[in-house]
């Protein structure tokens, strides 16, 4: 069973900075692109920046130039750096894997971690 752990929210003041990160555990998983999605109370799942196996990579345009995303993928595990944070950025971060495991194609979701930016 492949499953995803996030770590690294919490509660920062704006123009801060955290780092959030994400393990996919299960040896046999292997993944293609892992990503960032957040979502803020009454709004749907956004797209916040996803990473495939060779380093590609793609962001939301609202946070091109502050978040930065990138990947071990020794490890299995992605990162997300955020600068100069807002208190628009505050939602609920949820970490993204698509690959195989045991050759079957699968799209697996953590339990999501929260980060609040105070104004």
């Known amino acids: 069973q492949v499953q995803l752990v996030e770590s690294g929210g919490g509660l920062v003041q704006a123009g801060g900075s955290l780092r959030l990160s994400c393990a996919a555990s299960?040896?046999?998983?292997?993944?293609?692109?892992m990503g960032w999605y957040r979502q803020a109370p009454g709004k749907q799942r956004e797209l916040v920046a996803r990473i495939d196996s060779g380093g590609t990579t793609e962001y939301a345009d609202s946070e091109k130039g502050r978040f930065t995303i990138s990947r071990d993928n020794a490890k299995n595990t992605v990162y997300l750096q955020m600068n100069s944070l807002k208190p628009e950025d505050t939602a609920v971060y949820y970490c993204n894997a698509n690959g195989l495991f045991f050759g079957t194609w699968g799209v697996y979701w953590g339990q999501g971690t929260q980060v609040t930016v105070s104004s």
């Open positions: 299960g040896r046999a998983f292997r993944p293609n692109v």
